[in-house]
């Protein structure tokens, strides 16, 4: 591949605010730990209409690490001052 | 099928209405796929990137299909319920926690691989580690292990598009022909339009597949659980089943929720299912397909969607139990794989059945189709032009590419054929046992040239032959054939686990062992032809959009 002077061969990893980027790693790793503790929620009650604990415990995870994953996103965007920066 | 269901009247004729609908459906969505060669299209089909790649100009919207269409198959409408309906919460529902935990995964490594991907222009994760090790040995066997994966993968999808077929009476007789015509008739339609219009055929058609199956589902979740008494009613009788004693093995059918003994299998299941599946070329072919870094993990944040209808799925393999399904096959034998279409066909007026079947089938088609022509593209690229002719001008490349994605369909059947269809599930881990060996050469490279190359081919091989062995010896009480499924004990822990992730930390193991010794010999690692910057190139990069402009973007993901 040729490369021009605007290659980007001289370019560097963007710089990135650390605390930000260790707080969206831990937002990543809660739902995957408290998915993988199945014994925190193999159970039956409490039930929610009807529905035993362990599924229903489960879909709210669905949303809960929806959020988690989202604003892991939007920390490490920040965390390399690129939170208003749109891609076309 | 324990003792206590009522049986519903099995119907195993022709329904005429539901078969038509199927047809018609089914004929619109093919008619689709074809035109759809020239959707957006570059300058010809010739070439592999215009082929299998789709000329890599789809963005947010259309990525997120593309993924959906990948991510949600046969698997989750026939396989998952199958297995909920057959033994319960541990052999079918952690694919829910398997498809949430997937996102917080791809999401730490996934934008590296798109950055360095474009940067250099790769396509394959063997791409990648042969530029990262400048080791061809280890692309090889990244690329073979892909390509082999796939197989029981596109296998799952086959018996899932036979399932609705056969349930809507196509087939069945005595000679061999008749019996197994659902499934050669699925394998002609996949291969065929797949052969003519390449990556863009799925694509377009994930559309009305997604349409069309959230039709189906919102549907089948709101009124089948009132048509069968309500979610108390359909709890209490799947776990009455659950606990009643199994007539083949003497222990109780199956888990209501995992009990003593069981929380490993259920958290390995879903941890080596998601780890494992970003690692499949498909997924891969999908994520590169995005207009930038940042796509893929906004995709991340609004996938789960998926993950909570795949859960609903999941329990009408319970609803069926309340309803009192009996799921028989055209050769008189119970078969828990046709659960979901035969719940669909009993419950359903015929002309919707008609609808559920084509969205189940569609449903199939599209990741079959997806999965085949990215197996065809490691193939090409990372073996045939490799190993076997590295002069392959374009047109040749795209010949191979079209060749192989036949190929590894043909493979596909040969699974089928062979191995337990009653557990349809067990293709798809079983894929994931040997796709997960490829986990450390990709995304341990993409953090760091610590791991020795050598070290890495001789992990990687150490748990192909560990899991391969285990999963053979897995023998299936009920038919005594081999391969019968992917949970062992594993060792130290005692409790049974998925044979995927034991095979992944033996490969840990020795990689991280042999990684010592090699460095402490300092035996060459290979040339790294990567740079630090390279992984975090975003779509503003002169290289990434060079590479993202040789297949000219016209419209961006947000327009359409």
Known sequence: MPLGSDSGETRVVPPANKFM?????????I????????GSYAKIEPRLWGIPFFFWYQFVWVFLCSAMTYSAHRLVLAARGQSGKVLK | MSADVTVMAADTGVNGVALAVLIILFLVVTVLGFSAARFRRGDNLDSLDEWGLGGRRFGTWVTWFLLGGDLYTAYTFVAVPAAMFATGSVAGFFAVPYTIVLYPIIFVFMARLWSVSHRHGYVTSADFVRGRYGSRELSLAIAVTGFLATMPYIALQLVGIQAVLEVAGVGGG???????????????????????????????????????IYLVI????????????????????????????SETTGKPTGSFVPGDGQMWAYATLGLGSALALFMYPHSITASLSSSSRNTIRRNAAILPAYS?????????????????????????????????????????????AGVAFAAIAIGALVPAAIMSIAAANTFTRNIYKEWINPRATDKQEAKVSKLM??????FALVFVFTMDKQNAINFQLLGGIWILQTFPAVVFSLYTRWFHKWALLLGWAVGMVYGTVQAYQVVNPATGKHFGGSLDVMPVIGDLGYIALTAFVLNL?????????????????????????????????????????ENPKTLGAEEL
């Not at chain 1, 980027?21 to 790793?29: E, H, K, S």
């Not at chain 1, 739902?31 to 199945?38: E, Q, T």
């Not at chain 2, 994605?405 to 043909?410: F, H, I, N, P």
């Open chain 2, 405 to 410: 994605s036949l190929l590894v369909k043909a």
């Open chain 1, 31 to 38: 739902p995957v730990v408290a998915l993988m503790w199945v």
């Open chain 2, 174 to 212: 005595d000679n061999w022909l008749a019996a197994d015509l659902p499934l050669l008739v699925a394998f002609v339609i996949l291969a065929a339009y797949t052969y003519t219009s390449g990556l863009r055929a799925p694509a377009m058609i994930a559309f009305v597949k997604d349409a069309l």
């Open chain 1, 21 to 29: 980027l260790v707080a969206a790693g831990v937002l990543l790793l």
């Open chain 2, 218 to 245: 919102i549907v089948a979740i709101i009124y089948l659980p009132t048509k069968f008494g309500g979610w108390e009613h359909i709890f209490g009788a799947a776990e009455d089943k659950m606990a009643a004693t």
């Open chain 2, 308 to 352: 909570f209808v795949l859960g609903l799925l999941a329990l009408l393999g319970w609803v069926a139990i309340a309803a009192g399904t009996k799921p028989v096959g055209l050769d008189g034998e119970p078969n828990a794989q046709l659960v979901i279409p035969q719940l669909f066909e009993d419950a359903f007026p015929a002309w919707f």
């Open chain 2, 509 to 549: 193991l020795v990689t991280v062992a042999a990684t010592v010794l090699l460095r402490a010999g300092k035996v060459d690692n290979g040339t790294d032809e990567t740079t630090a910057y390279d992984y975090h190139a975003d779509a503003d990069d002169p290289r990434v959009r060079k590479d993202l402009a």
